[in-house]
């Protein structure tokens, strides 16, 4: 037999004690959050599967060899380092380059070094860097910046003594690559140059040509003379180049110098990157899986995939401003260290600091 409700002090009955039952739009809203979250776990699995493999489309590491003796101080016990915040006005005034700190990235500015290899084989990345390019991606200023460093630039290369001297040797910079892989070349560049930087994306020639083609080709402002030179025209126009006339443009020497050369693969790259920036986002992934086969990097996939994720960002950024190392005029013919035409820094430690200002300030 079921017992009444017992009754309070005023004689009012207590109602049944128990949880109180859900409306249906709460209990659709709680499906509803159920089912999209599942849904959003699928996706983010989804994604990091897409950027897993294309990471996995590259190289890694083939760039890099350690066989030489580094006789720069080990990172974490060079005190000289240098993170140099919201953009702080770089110090001149140095007597030499060893007083200038090295310079690394920062919160808004990070850098990459872009290497083109001499070679025609689609998958070495042995040889010669006969492109070396800094790409400074700054994302507070909401800009991408490019740097040249001249192929035949005086520079000494760390921990290489071949005649006992106990000093490091002297070489054209582009030998240091294919002497040491990416390690020598960064530690070159952080001798000389007074930057760190670690990361690396490696292409050679003959990928340089493919990308184009995927890309579709791109359109390039000629002079008369580089029209005539690769033989698309015989007037000063804009041209249309498809790879092979895009590679031969960039490798233009004989007819002005290594500073027109680094001149024409800067503007080379920026006609890549004004071209992809109109190109639908499948597109731009089918160019991402036909060219990442042939690039050889040494980025984490995290860092790739940041790199990959922003990129779309990055279209939205500035890319106007280059730079080139030695400047025109900074520089003098230096036979005398038997190197062949060499170009020898007339002020080293400006041309640093030149060097900083660009990429920092």
Known sequence: MNKAPKSNLNGKRRKPRGRKPHSKTARGLVIASISLLSVLSVLMIGVGVYFWRLYSLMGHNQGVTGDFIDSLVPDEMNKDYKDISDYTVIEEGASSVAEIPVRTNTKNVQNFLLIGIDTRKSNSFIGLSDAVIILTIDTGRKEIKLTSILRDTLVSLPGRDRNGDGKDDYSKFNASYSLGGFNLLSKTIEQNFRLKIDKYITMNFAAF?????????????????????????????????????????????????????????????????????????????????????????????????????????????KMDKTFYLPQSGEYRNAPEYGLGSVLLLKDPAQAVTDLHKFIYN
Request: hydrophobic share 40%; no cysteine.
């Open 209 to 317: 040509q493919e990308v184009v083609n995927y890309m579709g080709g791109v359109d390039i402002k000629l002079t008369q003379a580089e029209a005539k030179w690769i033989k698309v025209g015989s007037a000063a126009d804009t041209y249309h180049l498809n790879g092979k006339k895009a590679l031969s443009y960039a490798r233009i020497r004989k007819l002005d110098s290594d500073f027109g050369r680094t001149n024409r693969q800067r503007k080379t790259l920026t006609a890549m990157f004004n071209k992809a920036k109109t190109m639908s986002i499948g597109n731009l992934n089918g160019i991402l899986n036909k060219m990442l086969p042939r690039v050889d990097t040494n980025m984490t996939a995290n860092e790739f995939t940041v790199f990959i994720f922003n990129s779309m960002t990055y279209f939205g950024y």
